[in-house]
């Protein structure tokens, strides 16, 4: 399978802990972004990267929050101190300079 | 600001008749606009862009969508729906050089057989 993977695709934690989530994106692609996605909405965009550069980052990503993309390959995000409002579908995606973005299958988060 | 608007919560058609999605934008600058498909518990998958050149677009399964500048809407249309496009739609786009996606709430077709 060579579209973007996710992992965990599942997880569950306990209010306080810290979480990471990994992103594998297509190999060939240099742009990688992340997103969040809560129930009955669309996904909200949270941060991107430019081969190992974080070039924007929303005002979602409150300091909890911490995206990295090193060597311009995979990416991690974490969550520090999670609370139950963080409960959502976090999804990567990731593309080249067409703009058509690619997603994986995302990884769903739940706080309690 | 820019923003994306899908005013149906939900469609519902019959299998074999022809289905629309609408979506309406307002952006400052040239749209990029998408259409992507979800199915339960997975992630987005591309159905169809408009960067620029014609106005008709033809996509993924299908499906096709009409970018109007002048009602700043990007509908999405499939002349024949099959049960197995019951689906959550959801139109976006973006304006800025990096692409990053600015998306609707989505619309939840319902096809019946």
């Known amino acids: 399978d060579t579209g973007v993977s996710q992992n965990p695709r599942h997880k569950i934690t306990k209010r306080g802990q810290n979480v990471t989530f990994r992103c594998d994106p297509i190999?060939?692609?240099?742009?990688l972004y992340w997103y969040r996605q809560t129930l009955g909405q669309g996904p909200e965009f949270l941060t991107y990267f430019q081969n190992e550069a974080q070039l924007e980052k929303s005002r979602l990503l409150s300091d909890r929050f911490s995206a990295e993309r090193p060597k311009g390959s995979f990416s991690t995000l974490e969550i520090q101190r999670t609370e139950q409002g963080d409960s959502a579908m976090y999804l990567c995606?990731?593309?080249?300079?067409?703009?058509?973005?690619?997603f994986g299958p995302g990884t769903r988060l739940l706080v309690l | 600001a820019q923003s994306v608007a899908q005013p149906e919560d939900q469609v519902n058609v019959a299998e074999g008749n022809p289905l629309t999605v609408k979506c309406t934008y307002s952006v400052s600058g040239n749209p990029y606009l998408f259409w992507y498909v979800q199915y339960p518990n997975r992630g987005l998958q591309f159905l169809l862009k408009y960067i620029t050149g014609d106005n008709l677009v033809k996509g993924s399964y299908g499906f096709e969508a009409e970018f109007n500048k002048s009602q700043t809407s990007f509908h999405l249309k499939k002349p024949s729906a099959l049960v197995s496009d019951s689906a959550l739609y959801f139109c976006?786009?973006?304006?800025?050089?990096?692409?990053?996606?600015?998306f609707g709430a989505g619309t939840q077709v319902v096809v019946t057989p």
């Open positions: 995606a990731s593309s080249m300079t067409d703009r058509t973005q690619y």
């Open positions: 190999s060939e692609h240099n742009r």
């Open positions: 976006a786009v973006s304006t800025d050089s990096w692409g990053k996606l600015q």
